[in-house]
C-alpha cells in the first residue's frame, strides 16, 4: 500500500485570472484539454427557479432533467417533478432517517439510518429488494451498470451485484472510522472516512491500491478523469493527480479563518463536492455554495439561499439543486448568455473575497 504526504505546491489564490501552473497541473491530470475555456469571469447569471418545503431536515438530493429525488430526515424519500415542483410521490419503508441515494431510469437506491439499503422500482415506485448487512448507518452508495458499492457507520464497505442484489463483497475493516464518502470510477472506487484517509480500491479485486494522507477527516470527495477531489474537516479543498498520486493544488475554504488561526475542527468546510466542467461547486457547512475554478483555486461565486447546514448539491448544464437541513430544496436556473459586469452585485464583501472581483448573491 502507497501512502502520500499532503503538501501544498501552489501559491495562495489571490485573483480569478488562470494561474498558468495550476492550469497546466488540471492538464496533465488528464481533467481539462487546451481547447476548454479556462477564463472564470465568464460565468452564467443565476436565479432561484423555485423552492421545495418539507416537513423535516433534507439530508440527500440527486435528479435527472426530469425529477427532483430526495431523503429526509424523517424516513421518506419525495419525488418531484424538477419543472413544476409538484410533488409525485413520497416511499415508506425505512426505519431511519435517509442519508444518500441515487436513481437511473430503473431503480433508486437508498441507505437509511436504519442500516439497509432499499432499492425501489423506479415506475412502480414499490420495493423491490432490502438490503442487509451493514451494522452501522449507511453513509454513502454508489452504483453503475453491475454493482452498487455502500460505505457506512461501521467501518466497512459492500460490494452488491446490481443484477441479483447479492453481496458480492465485504471490506469489513475498510477504514479506520466511519466511511464517509464513495465515488465510481471505472474500473476503481474510492472512499473517504474520518480517519484522514482516502483510499483508491479496484472494483474487481476490492483491494485497496493506494492510500492518500489528509490532516483532518474526509466529509467528500469527487472524481473526473485522473482528477481527484477531496473536501475536509478542516476545511481545505485539495486536488490530486491520479497518474502518479500526487498532490496539484489545494486552498481552504474560508481563508480568513486561517489567518485568525480558528481551530481546524472549528472551521467552515464542505459537505458534499460536485465537479460541473472546470467548476468545482460546494456545499458548505456555513448554508453557503461555493463555486470555484478548479484550475486556479479561486472562488468565483457563492450563493446564499439557505439558512442552515447544506447537505448535498446537484449540477447539469442548465440547472443547480442544493438541500439544506433548514427543510427545503432550493432549484436554481442557470440562465444563457454571461454574467456581465454592470448586473454582478456586490454586498459586504469580507476580507476573504477583498482581492477576488465577482461574489453574486441570490436570495
Keep these: 500500500m502507497c501512502c502520500v504526504c499532503l503538501v501544498s505546491i501552489s501559491p495562495s489564490v489571490h485573483s480569478t485570472q488562470p494561474d498558468s501552473a495550476g492550469i497546466q497541473c488540471v492538464i496533465l491530470a488528464g481533467c481539462l484539454v487546451t481547447s476548454q475555456s479556462t477564463n472564470p469571469a465568464t460565468i452564467r447569471p443565476i436565479s432561484m427557479l423555485r423552492r421545495l418545503q418539507f416537513e423535516s431536515a433534507v439530508l440527500c438530493v440527486h435528479c435527472d432533467t426530469r425529477k427532483v429525488v430526495t431523503g429526509t430526515e424523517d424516513r421518506l424519500v419525495h419525488i418531484h417533478d424538477i419543472r413544476s415542483g409538484c410533488l409525485i410521490q413520497t416511499l415508506h419503508g425505512h426505519k431511519g432517517s435517509i442519508q444518500c441515494l441515487q436513481f437511473d431510469d430503473h431503480k433508486i437506491v437508498t441507505g437509511s439510518w436504519d442500516t439497509t439499503c432499499i432499492v425501489w422500482d423506479a415506475v412502480q415506485h414499490t420495493v423491490s429488494n432490502v438490503l442487509v448487512g451493514h451494522s452501522g448507518c449507511v453513509t454513502c452508495l454508489k452504483f453503475n451498470n453491475d454493482r452498487l458499492v455502500t460505505g457506512s457507520d461501521d467501518c466497512s464497505i459492500r460490494v452488491w451485484s446490481t443484477v441479483s442484489w447479492e453481496c458480492a463483497a465485504i471490506i469489513v475493516t475498510a477504514h479506520a472510522g466511519p466511511v464517509t464518502s464513495l465515488q465510481l470510477e471505472g474500473a476503481f472506487f474510492f472512499s473517504g472516512s474520518t480517519d484522514m484517509l482516502v483510499k483508491v480500491w479496484s472494483l474487481a479485486s476490492v483491494q485497496s491500491t493506494v492510500s492518500l494522507q489528509h490532516a483532518t477527516a ?38 480568513e479563518e486561517v489567518e485568525r488561526e480558528v481551530p481546524k475542527e472549528s472551521r467552515t468546510h464542505l459537505t458534499k463536492l460536485l465537479l460541473n466542467g472546470t467548476r468545482l461547486i460546494g456545499a458548505g457547512s456555513n448554508s453557503v455554495l461555493y463555486e470555484w475554478d478548479i484550475t486556479t483555486g479561486a472562488c468565483i461565486r457563492t450563493l446564499l439561499g439557505h439558512s442552515r447546514i447544506l447537505t448535498d448539491v446537484w449540477a447539469d448544464d442548465n440547472r443547480l439543486v442544493t438541500a439544506s437541513t433548514d427543510y427545503t430544496v432550493c432549484v436554481w436556473h442557470m440562465k444563457k448568455g454571461l454574467l456581465k459586469e454592470k448586473k454582478r452585485e456586490v454586498v459586504d464583501l469580507d476580507p476573504f473575497f477583498l482581492d477576488i472581483p465577482i461574489r453574486v448573491i441570490v436570495k
Aim: net charge neutral; proline share 5%.
Design 218 to 255: 474526509i466529509t467528500s470527495l469527487c472524481v473526473s478523469r485522473l482528477l481527484l477531489i477531496v473536501a475536509t474537516m478542516g476545511g481545505g479543498v485539495h486536488l490530486w493527480s491520479l497518474m502518479d498520486h500526487t498532490p496539484l493544488m489545494q486552498w481552504p475554504v474560508d481563508r
